[in-house]
């Protein structure tokens, strides 16, 4: 089965500019996850899908920061202004929770760096 | 609030050695727990997990992990490590399959030829 594709696989801005990100689940998962990744740290979620519902977002800075997934496939995840604290990799991740099962299928991630 | 912790930060061994990273959590009840691998630029992979039954859970490429709720623990190990084993080691937990998953720091694992 093809993975977790994620795009742009690096993205360098400067602070205050806004950025993107995209993510396509493999085929079926109906939970989506975005994960933020610090050098040197672990993954800290920021938002959890499933389908087009949002699960838990309760580490994401609203006031920045904004996810979507629309139809429950596709998601994308918005920085607006960036940070020089927002650079990291940013991880989407999806799974199928029906079975119990199931691990987070982890995409490559994006690198950010803010300048 | 669930936690995770990775005493080592780094770990060197050489190859052909044993290994053991250490993973404690916190959690009142019995946790999800996984062991995922990231090697560099490549996204994370899950090693193996545990749910119930059996404490002592068999993964992928050669590594196991044993549950002991006395201690909070769930400790990787591998009787012998090759140096394509040489990356970052997450541990992670979560309430339910469902729930979110709660990663650890990590423990960067470097092998000596």
């Known amino acids: 089965e093809a993975g977790v594709a994620q795009s742009p696989r690096y993205k360098i801005i400067e602070k205050r500019q806004s950025v993107a990100f995209w993510c396509n689940p493999i085929?079926?998962?109906?939970?989506l996850y975005w994960y933020q990744q610090i050098l040197g740290q672990g993954p800290k979620l920021l938002i959890q899908f499933q389908n087009n519902g949002v699960v838990d977002d309760s580490q994401l800075p609203k006031d920045r920061f904004s996810a979507e997934r629309l139809k429950g496939v596709d998601s994308t995840l918005k920085i607006q202004p960036a940070k020089l604290e927002d650079s990291a990799v940013y991880l989407c991740?999806?799974?199928?929770?029906?079975?119990?099962?199931?691990?987070?299928?982890f995409g490559n991630g994006t690198r950010l760096t803010v300048t | 609030a669930q936690s995770v912790t990775q005493p080592d930060i780094h770990i060197t061994v050489s190859e052909g050695a044993s290994l053991e990273l250490r993973c404690n959590y916190s959690?009142?009840?019995?946790?999800?727990l996984f062991w995922y691998v990231q090697s560099p630029g490549q996204g994370l992979q899950l090693l193996l997990k545990?749910?119930?039954?059996?404490?002592l859970v068999q993964g992928i490429k050669g590594f196991e992990a044993e549950f002991k709720r006395s201690q909070s623990s769930f400790n990787l190990r591998k009787p012998s490590v090759h140096w394509s084993d040489a990356a970052e080691y997450f541990c992670a937990v979560a309430k339910t399959s469902y729930d979110k998953v709660i990663f650890g720091p990590g423990t960067s694992l470097s092998v000596i030829p």
């Open positions: 085929s079926g998962h109906a939970t």
């Open positions: 545990y749910f119930s039954g059996d404490t």
């Open positions: 991740a999806s799974s199928f929770p029906r079975d119990s099962n199931s691990p987070l299928h």
């Open positions: 959690y009142g009840a019995t946790p999800y």
